[in-house]
């Protein structure tokens, strides 16, 4: 929807401030040009706001913009801040994301309020201090937020909670980073992410890869081009475009051919570790489909595999960058080919005698196993822009986090019902598995320990069970928070805020599968005329 609402004000160019009524209407053509649920048009109608608003607000300095967050971030039960008559007194305790935000925007020069309530906003507004607002709240407050900020012509955007209710809320924090930081320093913060993610994924067919690759010699290599163009997000190949693009200051819709070596590389590097973890997992699917070793045995997926990380190394060879430059880039590649096959190793020893592992040891095999191909995708491309050894170190840091949550968040996926490899059921590592280890007593304990038994056969729903009772499923999600938001606080040693900014909008377009599930009960109970509150379920 925000891809569809950036579009969309593209094309119309609609003039703020805009009252909220009009901007329902805007989100009505939206809806109608998108085929929309209906259900959405006020959230909408806040995405056009902020679209609209947007290049404004990078031109504010930070120390003229307010950031007005709501007391219901806080755990209420836990917190111990008191409140005055400008609302909380954040006490910095940890237990919320409150603290992150006030103590990150207030870095940058922001005035930060905790509070509710229109009366004292429009007081600020009315000191002229202040010149443009960041707020996030839910909906039916935001609505009444608009009248006052379009009164004063003052440029507001807004993030909604994901959800009602008036007690332990949360937000996307993506988009609340992103919007807190947007500066006009920052030249991506009009890239069309999912344009470039799309240039990026046109690059994977046939009669590219040929222009690319160069023609194919035999079968051997044609099989290796398909498995290359099959199904995959290329997160890889766009993240080793998208270091290239903001570095090199290069149009997106003007990458050199050469370049595309570079990203293929990347993906040939990423597709030969599928095939062969697929052998060393013995998977059947993938993307849907039979994997390579069971589609054409395990003696002609191994050599396809071995074939792909040639071609990923002969590509980075012939690309035009200067030696250097090449050097960097194969040193790059192999340090992380030797990081991944050390963690691949360590699992794979596990499995000769498997049994509980700490989850510091899930968290290790993971940082080992899936961060480095996130590192060389993203330096490899830094590389062929060239740049110095401080964002190279940044990148690393940066990568090591998003890498482990990426982890963390694959196995989320692989615990829902409609996952093609189940954990559980092949008695592999997992973060699920390794907390309620941690975690389990008596009974339970039994049943999580008797995954790694050979001779006993554990039915899945009994450690589902085990996962529910202990509300693993909330401790592994919390972990993912951390890490993303570990990955993000690595941003602050870059002095390149156009990277700085991208990188920003990077964990957002990986990690977003956020939903906004309802507004608040609280407002709405004040003024449902029966004075009971309304609540609708958005997604």
């Given at each position: 929807m925000r891809v569809a609402a950036t579009r969309f004000v593209k094309a119309t160019t609609p003039i703020p401030p805009l009252t909220f009524e009009a901007l329902k209407v805007e989100a009505d053509k939206l809806i109608a040009n998108e085929n929309f649920d209906p259900l959405f048009r006020d959230y909408l109608a806040i995405l056009i706001n902020n679209f609209a608003w947007k290049d404004i607000l990078a031109t504010i300095p930070y120390n003229r913009r307010l950031l007005l967050l709501p007391k219901c971030l806080r755990i209420e039960e836990h917190c111990p801040a008191p409140f005055d008559e400008f609302g909380l007194l954040c006490k910095e305790c940890g237990l919320c994301s409150i603290q992150d935000l006030q103590v990150e925007a207030e870095k940058l020069g922001y005035a930060v309020l905790v509070a509710e309530g229109s009366t004292l906003v429009m007081s600020i507004i009315e000191t002229g201090k202040i010149e443009a607002i960041v707020g996030v709240s839910c909906m039916s407050v935001l609505e009444k937020a608009f009248g006052y900020m379009e009164a004063a012509a003052i440029p507001g955007v807004a993030i909604p909670l994901l959800q009602d209710d008036c007690?332990?809320?949360?937000?996307?924090?993506?988009?609340?980073?992103?919007?807190?930081?947007?500066?006009?320093?920052?030249?991506?913060?009009?890239?069309d992410l999912e344009g470039l993610r799309e240039t990026v994924d046109s690059w994977f067919t046939t009669e590219s890869l040929e222009k690319i690759m160069g023609p194919t010699v035999n079968s051997c290599d044609t099989q290796a081009r398909d498995w290359l163009c099959r199904a995959g997000k290329r997160w890889r190949p766009f993240l080793s475009a998208c270091t290239y693009t903001v570095?090199?200051?290069?149009?997106?819709?003007?990458?050199?051919?050469?370049?595309k070596k570079i990203a293929v590389a990347v993906e040939c590097f990423h597709k030969a570790s599928l095939i062969h973890d697929d052998i060393e997992d013995g998977d059947d699917l993938r993307y849907g489909m039979k994997t390579l070793h069971m589609e054409s045995g395990v003696a002609v997926a191994l050599n396809i595999g071995d074939l792909l990380i040639g071609e990923g190394y002969r590509l980075i060879a012939e690309c035009d960058a200067s030696a250097e430059a090449i050097c960097e880039m194969i040193r790059i590649a192999a340090d992380g080919h030797r990081t991944l096959s050390l963690g691949q190793g360590a699992e794979l020893a596990w499995q000769e005698s498997p049994g509980p592992l700490k989850s510091t040891e899930i968290l290790d095999i993971f940082q080992k196993k899936t961060a480095p191909a996130f590192e060389v995708a993203l330096r490899v491309g830094?590389?062929?822009?060239?740049?110095?050894?401080?964002?190279?170190?940044?990148l690393t840091q940066y990568s090591r986090s998003m890498g482990i949550a990426y982890q963390i968040m694959d196995d989320i996926d692989d615990n829902k019902e409609e996952a093609e490899a189940s954990d559980i059921a092949s008695a592999r590592p997992s973060i699920f598995l390794s907390i309620a280890g941690e975690r389990a007593k008596g009974e339970q304990s039994d049943i999580i320990s008797s995954v790694w038994d050979p001779n006993k056969e554990t039915p899945t729903?009994?450690?589902?069970?085990?996962?529910?009772?202990?509300?693993?499923?909330?401790?592994?999600?919390?972990?993912?928070?951390?890490?993303?938001?570990?990955?993000?606080?690595?941003?602050?040693?870059?002095?390149?805020?156009?990277?700085?900014g991208l990188l920003r909008r990077v964990m957002g377009k990986i990690f977003n599968d956020l939903q906004v599930k309802g507004w608040c009960h609280e407002f709405e109970a004040g003024n449902a005329p029966s004075g009971t509150p309304v609540s609708e379920t958005t997604g």
């Open positions: 007690i332990n809320t949360t937000v996307d924090m993506e988009w609340v980073w992103e919007l807190i930081h947007l500066t006009s320093e920052d030249r991506t913060h009009r890239l570095l090199a200051e290069v149009d997106p819709t003007q990458i050199p051919e050469d370049f830094a590389a062929y822009a060239g740049t110095d050894e401080n964002i190279h170190n940044v729903e009994a450690v589902l069970a085990v996962y529910a009772d202990l509300k693993i499923d909330d401790r592994v999600q919390g972990l993912l928070e951390a890490y993303k938001e570990e990955a993000i606080r690595h941003l602050s040693d870059l002095s390149h805020p156009s990277l700085k």
